[in-house]
């Protein structure tokens, strides 16, 4: 049986591979991930998340308050999308979290 991934908290800070090429298309983004040659599309607040985190952004709840403040949502909600979509991105080895403050 395979360990799952640890959980990803607002207090974790993200950082993209450098192996990972953002093309933006109509408001959406496709990646291309140059170790596996596979191709990700986010949606225009994926898009979003990717910039906030391209941009280095110190913490996931510095990208999620700045998400509250343009998008008309409940904050669980990106909240919740937020974490999610970061999991799967860590999952892809597309980024790689670390846990806790700075």
Same mark, same amino acid.
């Given at each position: 049986?395979? =360990?799952?991934?640890?959980?990803?908290?607002? %207090? %974790?800070?993200?950082?993209?591979?450098?192996?990972?090429?953002? *093309?933006?298309v109509g !408001?959406?983004?496709?990646?291309? %991930?140059?170790?596996?040659?596979?191709?990700?599309? +986010?949606?225009?607040? !994926?898009?979003? #998340?990717?910039?906030?985190?391209?941009? !280095? =952004?110190?913490? &996931?709840? *510095?990208?999620? =308050?700045?998400?509250?403040?343009?998008? %008309? =949502?409940?904050?669980?909600? #990106?909240?919740?999308? +937020?974490?999610?979509?970061?999991?799967?991105?860590?999952?892809?080895? &597309?980024?790689?979290?670390?846990? !806790?403050?700075?």
């Amino acid at each position: 049986m395979t =360990a799952s991934p640890p959980r990803v908290t607002l %207090d %974790d800070r993200v950082q993209c591979s450098g192996e990972v090429l953002m *093309q933006e298309v109509g !408001g959406e983004a496709v990646l291309l %991930d140059l170790a596996s040659e596979r191709y990700f599309g +986010l949606d225009p607040v !994926g898009t979003r #998340i990717w910039q906030l985190l391209a941009a !280095g =952004a110190p913490s &996931l709840a *510095q990208v999620h =308050a700045t998400l509250c403040g343009e998008f %008309d =949502a409940l904050p669980e909600r #990106i909240g919740d999308d +937020l974490l999610a979509l970061v999991g799967q991105l860590s999952e892809a080895g &597309l980024v790689q979290v670390s846990s !806790g403050p700075e």
